[in-house]
C-alpha cells in the first residue's frame, strides 16, 4: 500500500498571504489528522477529519482551517500567514472506525514564511 | 490541561548499551501511549505502543513500560545500532478524542559506533 502523501513538500509564502496544503491518506483510511511541528513548540494537534466532518480540533486560532472530500483527501489552509506559521505541517492517516488506532505520517509539507 | 513531559532532550550511548527515555502525562484520562521515531527528513514513524490496561510491551529490542499510578511511561531500547540514531516521540490520548495524540518535546538519540 501506498503510504500517506503530502503536496506541496516545500512552500515560501510572505506574511498575510494564504496557503493550502494537501493530504493523501493511505487507501481505505477514512481518518486525517493534521499536526504542526515547530522546534519551539514541538508537535501540536491541529484537527481530525472522518467522513468529510471535524471530528477534533485543536487550540490554534481560526486562520487555520481544514476540510476533507468525499475520497478522504484533506487539504488545510492558513489564512493571513504570520511568521510564526513557519513550520512542517504533517498530516497523519488512520482507519477512523476503532479508538486508538495507530496513526500513520506523511512526509510533512514545510513552510516558510517570509 | 493535557501535557507530556519528555527527558531527557538529548541521549548519546555507545553501540551495544541500552537508551532509556521518560514520558510524564498530566491527563489521568489518557489511556492509549504510543511511541514515534521521526527520521531526519521524514514524518514519525510508530514504533511501539501500549495501552493503560498493560503494564509492559516487547517487540524485538524495543520494550514500553507504563506506571498508570504515577502517570509516567518509559521507552526501553536494548543492544543500540547507529541506525537507531533518531528522535524519538511519545504520545498521550484519551479515549473520548483518541484520535489527538499528545506530544512529548522529544529526544534526539546519538549512537555512537
Known amino acids: 500500500k501506498a503510504g500517506v502523501t503530502q503536496t506541496p513538500r516545500y512552500l515560501i509564502k510572505t506574511r498575510g498571504q494564504q496557503v493550502t496544503l494537501s493530504c493523501s491518506p493511505i487507501s481505505g483510511h477514512r481518518s486525517v489528522s493534521w499536526y504542526q511541528q515547530t522546534p519551539g513548540q514541538g508537535l501540536q494537534f491541529l484537527f481530525e477529519y472522518f467522513s468529510e466532518t471535524q471530528r477534533n480540533k485543536g487550540n490554534f486560532p481560526g486562520r487555520f482551517s481544514g476540510r476533507q472530500f468525499s475520497n478522504s483527501r484533506s487539504e488545510m489552509n492558513v489564512s493571513t500567514l504570520e511568521l510564526g506559521d513557519s513550520a512542517l505541517y504533517l498530516c497523519?492517516?488512520?482507519?477512523?472506525?476503532?479508538?486508538?488506532?495507530?496513526?500513520?505520517f506523511g512526509p510533512g509539507t514545510r513552510l516558510l514564511v517570509l | 490541561g493535557e501535557n507530556v513531559e519528555q527527558h531527557p532532550s538529548t541521549l548519546s550511548v555507545q553501540e551495544g548499551d541500552s537508551a532509556v527515555i521518560k514520558c510524564t502525562y498530566s491527563d489521568s484520562a489518557s489511556n492509549y501511549f504510543p511511541w514515534y521515531k521521526q527520521e531526519l527528513g521524514k514524518g514519525p514513524q510508530l514504533i511501539i505502543d501500549?495501552?493503560?490496561?498493560?503494564g509492559e510491551k516487547k517487540d524485538q529490542r524495543i520494550a514500553v513500560t507504563l506506571n498508570k499510578t504515577a502517570k509516567h511511561f518509559s521507552l526501553h531500547i536494548t543492544e543500540t545500532q547507529p541506525e537507531d540514531s533518531a528522535v524519538y516521540f511519545c504520545?498521550?490520548?484519551?479515549?473520548?478524542?483518541?484520535?489527538?495524540?499528545?506530544f512529548g518535546s522529544g529526544t534526539r538519540l546519538l549512537v555512537r559506533p
Open positions: 497523519a492517516s488512520s482507519p477512523g472506525t476503532a479508538r486508538q488506532e495507530t496513526q500513520y
Open positions: 501500549i495501552r493503560s490496561n498493560v
Open positions: 504520545a498521550a490520548s484519551r479515549m473520548d478524542s483518541s484520535y489527538k495524540l499528545i
